[in-house]
């Protein structure tokens, strides 16, 4: 969540979608409104994975103008420095875009843990498990028999 | 999903897209095999072998967009 002073200040310049941008890699991410403040919500969670955080992490954002900013001095929950990932080309998150919630801009949710970004259930009305084996991880494509016969997943209960 | 599709993308579960493409039959029949992104993602998702991947559509006429989630262990 960005406060609601710079909201204030410079909501105007962020618009649905903001990018953070470290030294390379750029992460794209959607900007949500409620009363004023802004959240970041959907593929903030990427920089989790990205950047191997475990417990959490402190980092300094830097507004360039025009919904981006820059990631600076990342750092580990107990001060240490973490490295960035090397990507060559670098990295570009992207999100996908078709998809909204229930609430809009302007209503309000049922609560602030409404906003983290999870899957609908819904898109899992049709399932498939895939076991990834090391084949999937090393070589640059996955075999898989994507048929969709199963139907009606019981396991998206427990996605959460 | 169609047998003519060639492009696919992939949703994961922090809502970032991955744009993969798609050829179908190259072992044997039924079999689809996925590259384009699949190994960024694997790499920046930090995505290991033995994990699992759980893979959903909204709707069973389009699977241009198909959603997952991984499970590790």
């Given amino acids: 969540m960005i406060p609601n002073c710079f909201g204030s200040d410079f909501g105007d310049e962020i618009d649905r979608y903001d990018v953070l941008t470290d030294k390379n890699n750029e992460f794209k991410i959607r900007v949500e409104r409620i009363d004023g403040s802004i959240f970041l919500t959907k593929g903030l969670a990427a920089l989790r994975d990205f950047y191997d955080i475990s417990l959490s992490a402190w980092f300094t954002l830097v507004f360039m103008g025009l919904g981006k900013f820059q990631i600076k001095k990342l750092r580990s929950r107990i001060n240490r420095k973490i490295m960035i990932p090397l990507f060559v080309p670098p990295m570009r998150f992207a999100v996908e875009k078709s998809f909204f919630p229930q609430f809009n801009q302007h209503g309000f949710p049922a609560s602030v843990y409404d906003l983290s970004y999870r899957h609908d259930p819904a898109t899992f009305e049709i399932f498939y498990e895939k076991h990834i084996t090391s084949f999937d991880v090393t070589f640059g494509f996955v075999v898989s028999r994507m048929s969709f016969t199963y139907v009606k997943c019981y396991l998206c209960l427990d996605l959460h | ?73």
Avoid: A
């Fill in chain 2, 1 to 73: 999903m169609d047998k003519k599709t060639t492009m696919l993308s992939l949703i994961d579960d922090c809502g970032s897209k991955w744009d993969c493409v798609v050829v179908f039959g190259t072992m044997s029949d039924k079999h689809y095999r996925i590259g384009g992104q699949w190994k960024r993602m694997v790499d920046s998702r930090r995505i290991h072998p033995g994990s699992y991947m759980i893979i959903g559509s909204p709707m069973p006429e389009n699977h241009k967009i198909v959603y997952f989630s991984t499970r590790r262990l």
